[in-house]
């Protein structure tokens, strides 16, 4: 069956360094993957879509890698600021808008 | 817009009740969808409707029922509450070939 790993772990970092978080998933051939933020008591919100032909997708300090050989995500969020704390989802995807979601990063980023 | 609406917020049910939650959009979108979420495992999705008259299975559809009779809403119906159901669940919608999710802001349910 399909499995989306990602790090249970909170990451904890500074304020102003580059956050990586890593998405991977095994038994799965998507044709693009998402990466969404949740906020405690709120739902996910959709931060940005990279298909299976791109290898590289920026929005502002956002940048989103995928490699279909290695079947895993990059998340980088450069100049990481405190307002960025909140756990991030990967959900790969194929036709039909169907996503399964990944179990989702803490990340915490003291000042 | 309002984007994606859920009621209610919290609700504690008996085991054996039924309820039902509401889910609403207001953005036209054809794919709306029912997700649950529980510690550690992610969003798993329960039912997903790609329009008006259409409804299908997801990965966790036992006890849920669905209807979509408009495009805008799609409730999802406990026939018969189980503490297993106690999760916090979650609407999404989007347009047919967007596949960026809109989700509501999730109904935080508890069967006792």
């Known amino acids: 069956s399909q499995k989306i790993e990602q790090n249970s772990e909170a990451l904890n970092i500074q304020e102003g360094k580059t956050a990586t978080l890593t998405c991977n998933y095994t038994?799965?051939?998507?044709?693009?993957l998402q990466w969404y933020r949740q906020d405690p008591g709120r739902g996910p919100v959709f931060l940005l879509l990279?298909?299976?032909?791109?290898k590289e997708k920026r929005k502002e300090r956002l940048k989103v890698t995928f490699d279909t050989t290695l079947k895993q995500s990059l998340f980088h969020i450069t100049a990481s600021q405190p307002a960025d704390s909140a756990t991030y989802l990967c959900?790969?995807?194929?036709?039909?808008?169907?996503?399964?979601f990944g179990g989702g990063t803490r990340l915490m980023v003291k000042p | 817009n309002a984007g994606v609406t859920q009621t209610p917020k919290f609700q504690v049910l008996k085991t054996g009740q039924s309820m039902t939650l509401q889910c609403a959009q207001d953005?036209?979108?054809?794919?709306m969808s029912w997700y649950r979420q529980d510690p550690g495992m992610g969003l798993r999705l329960i039912h997903y409707?790609?329009?008006?008259?259409?409804?299908d299975q997801g990965e966790v559809p036992n006890g849920y029922n669905v209807s979509r009779s408009t495009t805008e809403d799609f409730p999802l119906r406990l026939l018969s509450a189980a503490p297993s159901q106690t999760s916090v669940y979650f609407c999404?919608?989007?347009?047919?070939?967007?596949?960026?999710?809109?989700f509501g802001p999730g109904t935080r349910l508890t069967v006792t």
């Open positions: 959900a790969p995807g194929n036709a039909g808008n169907m996503l399964t």
């Open positions: 409707s790609v329009g008006a008259g259409i409804t």
């Open positions: 038994n799965y051939s998507p044709a693009y």
């Open positions: 953005m036209n979108h054809e794919y």
């Open positions: 999404a919608s989007s347009y047919h070939n967007s596949y960026e999710q809109y």
């Open positions: 990279i298909r299976e032909n791109e």
